[in-house]
């Protein structure tokens, strides 16, 4: 657990301040997306103004429905939007790019290729020659600890490996934006663990903004600078919560009465409008009984 002496180091408004003073990466202004079924209009993201600083890690959650893969997909440049703009350096994002990476929930490796050989795809298609893609490729397969298994295929690799090497494959391109849309949710408690520590450790080690879709609120207080709290109907930002708890963190922080404290709030923002989101969760009925055993001695 982080001792007195850490806690008592760490400056929150100096760390946060100091962030504000990068530059910005990534901003949206007023961005809205809606689509039309027949006559009907939803509106999915709505009037959603956001920057995002220089070597960020942020965290997106609310509730199912608010809106946080389609931000991460607008980013990505895999969506369309409707209105507003979406800047990444001052430059409109009009489709998808090196600059920005993604790693998906699913994985998403071509089953077909070796670990090698998906690790390559990203620097042979932006047209480097055969060797300089597989040194690259070797180079992230290295930081990312799987050279042992460099000419596996990906059934031969469990799901934390194959999440690895989602990662590889997207920061071989170098990019700016690092888009992570529940990458761990798949994985079981122990492997997420360990994913979520090494994720810290390479944000912390390369120049990297991350942007980080999740629905855990543990996972977002572990391992954000800042969350942003979605609401639905329409996806619109609710709060952005600066979590200023020391760097680095651990598992143990989540003990710590500032951990806990953050824990309600953003439980709150998550929860607090589900009956207007989903009015059946009021009315829940009451049920028949229809068997003879009991709890009740």
Same mark, same amino acid.
């Given at each position: 657990?982080?001792?007195?002496?850490?806690?008592?180091?760490?400056?929150?408004?100096? &760390?946060?301040?100091?962030? #504000?003073?990068?530059?910005?990466? $990534? *901003?949206?202004?007023?961005?809205?997306?809606?689509?039309?079924?027949?006559?009907? *209009?939803?509106?999915?993201?709505?009037?959603?103004?956001?920057?995002?600083?220089?070597?960020?890690?942020?965290?997106?959650?609310?509730?199912?429905?608010?809106?946080?893969?389609?931000?991460?997909?607008?980013?990505?440049?895999?969506?369309?939007?409707?209105?507003?703009?979406? $800047?990444?350096?001052?430059?409109?994002? =009009?489709?998808?790019?090196?600059?920005?990476?993604?790693?998906?929930?699913? &994985?998403?490796?071509?089953? !077909?290729?070796?670990?090698?050989?998906? @690790?390559?795809?990203?620097?042979?298609?932006?047209? +480097?020659?055969?060797?300089?893609?597989?040194?690259?490729?070797?180079?992230?397969?290295?930081?990312?600890?799987?050279?042992? #298994?460099?000419?596996?295929?990906?059934?031969?690799?469990?799901?934390?490996?194959?999440?690895?090497?989602?990662?590889?494959?997207? =920061?071989?391109? *170098?990019?700016?934006?690092?888009?992570?849309?529940?990458?761990?949710?798949? =994985?079981?408690?122990?492997?997420?663990?360990?994913?979520?520590?090494?994720?810290?450790?390479? !944000?912390?080690?390369?120049?990297?903004?991350?942007?980080?879709?999740?629905?855990?609120?543990?996972? %977002?207080?572990?391992?954000?600078?800042?969350?942003?709290?979605?609401?639905?109907?329409?996806?619109?930002?609710?709060?952005?919560? *600066?979590?200023?708890?020391?760097?680095?963190?651990? %598992?143990? @922080?989540?003990?710590?009465?500032?951990?806990?404290?953050?824990? +309600?709030? @953003?439980? #709150?923002?998550?929860?607090?409008?589900?009956?207007?989101?989903?009015? %059946?969760?009021?009315?829940?009925?009451?049920?028949?009984?229809?068997?003879?055993?009991?709890? +009740?001695?």
């Amino acid at each position: 657990m982080q001792n007195n002496s850490q806690n008592a180091e760490f400056n929150a408004r100096e &760390y946060f301040d100091n962030i #504000y003073q990068r530059s910005v990466i $990534l *901003e949206a202004k007023q961005l809205t997306q809606s689509f039309k079924h027949g006559k009907t *209009e939803r509106t999915i993201l709505n009037a959603i103004n956001l920057k995002i600083h220089k070597r960020e890690f942020i965290c997106v959650i609310g509730p199912s429905g608010c809106g946080k893969s389609t931000f991460s997909r607008v980013v990505a440049g895999l969506d369309p939007y409707t209105s507003g703009e979406i $800047l990444v350096d001052g430059q409109p994002i =009009l489709g998808p790019s090196p600059e920005r990476g993604m790693v998906f929930q699913g &994985y998403t490796l071509f089953p !077909w290729k070796t670990v090698k050989d998906n @690790v390559m795809f990203g620097p042979k298609m932006k047209g +480097q020659s055969h060797a300089s893609a597989e040194a690259h490729a070797r180079e992230w397969i290295n930081i990312i600890g799987l050279e042992k #298994y460099e000419n596996q295929y990906p059934h031969e690799l469990s799901g934390g490996m194959k999440q690895r090497v989602a990662i590889a494959r997207a =920061l071989v391109n *170098e990019p700016k934006i690092l888009l992570m849309d529940e990458p761990f949710g798949a =994985l079981d408690p122990h492997t997420r663990q360990k994913m979520q520590r090494h994720l810290m450790d390479l !944000w912390q080690n390369i120049d990297i903004t991350i942007i980080f879709v999740t629905h855990d609120m543990d996972e %977002a207080i572990l391992l954000a600078d800042r969350i942003v709290a979605l609401k639905a109907n329409p996806g619109e930002i609710k709060e952005i919560i *600066e979590v200023d708890l020391p760097r680095p963190r651990d %598992a143990e @922080v989540m003990l710590t009465p500032e951990f806990k404290k953050l824990r +309600q709030r @953003v439980d #709150y923002l998550v929860h607090a409008d589900e009956d207007e989101l989903d009015p %059946a969760l009021a009315e829940l009925p009451v049920i028949p009984r229809m068997t003879k055993v009991s709890s +009740q001695k």
